[in-house]
């Protein structure tokens, strides 16, 4: 199983970008779905974004299609997500996460997900 951990958070202002990344260890991280989630005090923990197993399908969550970028590269065990165009509603913990499979539609949502990582703050403030 791989154990996954996030950097990249941070306090921003309404506009600007972020970058999250997340490294995974082990040596079957090909071999899992990715995926964002966050979680925004008060509420429940939301799919974000997910990326098949080598990259060629992504899925975003509505509210951030055209303003996220879900990518990953599997030589370094990690996967990204370029957040552009952050909104106040943006701000949250947001949530590495991996899933073994191949359907990317089993990333929308939080049953099943074999591994989390720790999560990483992101603020946006207005």
């Known amino acids: 199983q791989v154990q996954l951990v996030e950097s990249g958070g941070g306090l921003t202002q309404a506009g600007a970008s972020l970058r999250l990344s997340c490294t995974a260890s082990?040596?079957?991280?090909?071999?899992?779905?990715m995926g964002w989630f966050r979680q925004a005090p008060g509420n429940e923990r939301e799919f974000v974004a997910a990326?098949?197993?080598?990259?060629?399908?992504?899925d975003y969550a509505d509210s951030v299609k055209g303003r996220f970028t879900i990518s990953r590269d599997n030589a370094k065990n990690a996967v990204y997500l370029q957040m552009n165009s952050l909104k106040p509603e943006d701000t949250a913990v947001y949530y590495c996460?991996?899933?073994?499979?191949?359907?990317?539609?089993?990333?929308?949502?939080?049953?099943?997900?074999?591994?989390w990582g720790q999560g990483t703050q992101v603020t946006v403030s207005s």
């Open positions: 996460a991996a899933r073994w499979g191949i359907n990317i539609a089993s990333m929308t949502g939080t049953n099943g997900i074999d591994a």
């Open positions: 082990g040596r079957t991280f090909s071999s899992y779905l």
């Open positions: 990326i098949s197993r080598r990259g060629l399908m992504t």
